[in-house]
């Protein structure tokens, strides 16, 4: 993009328009690089809950899924949530203007500091387990054996979140240095060492994969953590980085740090605390066995494309706000900003109405098998369609919520978590207590939090920045709109058509004419929105031949 297309650039940075392009250019590479690492965690991970479903019933799921909603939201808030983004900001901004050297003194600290607390968490977890899970589950009282099940896995599986704090740290430093693939892969090994470990542990405990075989599956997780944190190591050593522990917290980077984190954790608490009340309110549904898996099953499908497009983005413009955010809110800053809305509005667009409109088949395709039945493909594609309207503000608030820590403006995101948590607590308690809906409403309210959250950030960081190029994105959705619309008919079409008499078939040609069908209708949404001239196509097309050609 050359300078041109900002109107606040001043003369001087006219030139800087080649090197504006080579850094868009370079970014979205890095954003492939990772997308490609998050599609084949996401992937396993996809594959580690079919294993999940197939072997165990729907009340042991419901357990396991309880017992690590807390650990697993401990880690998306900290870990890779609030941690994650105000190390990466501080630290990268050190980088820059420091050096190594004083940027690895901040990563000695900081990883000590996230050692000891974290340990301090996973005990305090460990200890308080029994009441937690009554909090969280406290529509099971009438089933005496589920609660004192479900505390035993969750103290099990709490040191977790030490494990993961670290890798996420971890991952900060390497992405900070601008290597991205390692860390984007670590969480494939976590679902690698988890389903192979779960399920080896599991089997060699109760080969009829009963109660005890889940306790295997626990263990499976935690060891999965460890697997996530190990394997990026070697990349930190090569880079010259050698931990020393470090008890100087009183150190200035690191008081920054904390000083961004508090308020970032509240902030990105609206996705993970909204996703705890859709557990909570599901366990006083009428239906008492499934409701809960059948949630979490649907999220994470449309975590699938989150995680490969939305965090992706994310993870290469977090640390390139940072670095650009040190001049200050100028022109550069708006375009990187601008440029990673954009992206993520054309990457996710597709995957949403895909999902709305074949959620069925593809719930069929991926789960019903071994003890999940079709009236659960049913249930839990109900709530996957709501997920997957609110998939595209999901995404866009993972490029954007980081940016107000980028520019210290870290308590607005924070004030606007705390409205949505409390929108959605009232939407769910009507949902569920007034009109005694069923587990699709909880899906609902999260999708419409989802797109309140979004439009409030984008509002408020557009008037603070003094806009986003508004006016460009505006003009990609109407250009991705034909797409769009394209590519719904022809999901619909071959929903009704090619996938006709779905029950009668085997799973290989079920698995054929659904990827025929899904790759139909990506193709032609792609293929129309080059013809339309869409930036972002001609970027990703761009990147697909220079891969091809290697």
């Not at 392009?21 to 997308?35: F, L, M, S, Y």
């Amino acid at each position: 993009m050359s300078s041109s297309s900002d109107p606040t650039a001043s003369s001087a940075a006219a030139p800087a328009g080649p090197a504006q392009n080579d850094e868009k250019a370079a970014g979205a590479k890095a954003t492939g690089i990772v997308a490609l690492a998050i599609m084949c965690s996401r992937v396993l991970g996809l594959v580690r809950e079919l294993i999940f479903a197939a072997l165990f019933p729907p009340g042991l799921r419901d357990c396991f899924t309880v017992a690590f909603r807390t650990p697993n939201m401990l880690r998306d808030l900290f870990a890779e949530g609030a941690l994650s983004t105000a190390f990466v900001t501080v630290f990268s901004q050190k980088l820059k203007t420091e050096g190594d050297g004083a940027a690895w003194q901040l990563a000695h600290r900081i990883l000590s500091l996230a050692t000891v607390f974290m340990s301090l968490i996973s005990i305090g977890g460990v200890l308080v387990a029994p009441w937690l899970v009554r909090l969280l589950a406290g529509g099971w009282a009438s089933e005496e054996w589920k609660i004192p099940f479900t505390v035993q896995l969750a103290q099990i599986m709490y040191p977790f979140i030490l494990m993961v704090s670290l890798a996420a740290l971890v991952m900060g430093i390497l992405n900070s240095k601008r290597v991205y693939g390692v860390p984007a892969m670590a969480s494939s090994f976590f679902n690698i060492v988890s389903i192979v470990g779960g399920a080896g542990i599991g089997w060699a405990m109760d080969p009829t994969f009963g109660k005890t075989a889940m306790i295997g599956f626990s263990i499976g997780t935690l060891l999965g953590g460890m697997a996530q944190l190990a394997v990026q190591l070697p990349a930190l050593y090569k880079l010259g980085y050698r931990f020393k522990f470090n008890r100087d917290w009183s150190d200035p980077g690191v008081k920054r740090i904390l000083k961004l984190m508090w308020p970032a954790v509240i902030a990105g608490s609206a996705v993970q605390v909204n996703v705890l009340l859709n557990t909570v309110f599901a366990s006083h549904l009428a239906v008492k066995d499934g409701p809960v898996s059948w949630l979490n099953y649907s999220f994470r499908l449309m975590q699938l494309p989150l995680g490969v497009f939305g965090v992706a983005v994310a993870t290469v413009t977090l640390p390139m706000l940072s670095r650009v955010a040190t001049d200050g809110i100028t022109g550069k800053f708006r375009s990187v900003l601008g440029a990673g809305n954009r992206l993520v509005l054309f990457l996710t667009l597709p995957s949403a109405v895909g999902l709305f409109v074949l959620a069925e088949p593809i719930i069929t395709l991926l789960y019903e098998r071994g003890k999940f039945t079709h009236a659960e493909t049913l249930a839990t594609a109900g709530a996957l369609r709501w997920y997957a309207v609110g998939l595209i503000f999901y995404a866009c608030i993972k490029v954007i919520q980081p940016a107000f820590t980028a520019i210290d403006r870290r308590f607005i995101p924070m004030f606007v978590a705390l409205g949505s948590i409390a929108l959605n607590a009232t939407l769910n308690s009507l949902f569920v207590f007034h009109f005694r809906f069923g587990h699709e409403a909880l899906a609902l309210s999260t999708a419409v939090i989802a797109g309140t959250n979004f439009a409030l950030l984008y509002f408020m960081m557009s008037r603070i920045a003094g806009g986003l190029e508004t006016g460009r994105m505006l003009l990609t959705l109407a250009k991705l709109a034909p797409a769009v619309a394209l590519l719904g008919v022809v999901a619909w079409a071959g929903q009704h058509w090619v996938l006709q008499g779905w029950s009668a078939f085997g799973l290989l040609r079920r698995a054929a004419l659904l990827g025929g069908v899904v790759a139909a209708a990506g193709g032609v949404y792609f293929l129309l929105a080059n013809l339309l001239k869409v930036e972002e196509a001609q970027q990703f097309l761009g990147i697909v031949r220079r891969r091809v050609r290697r």
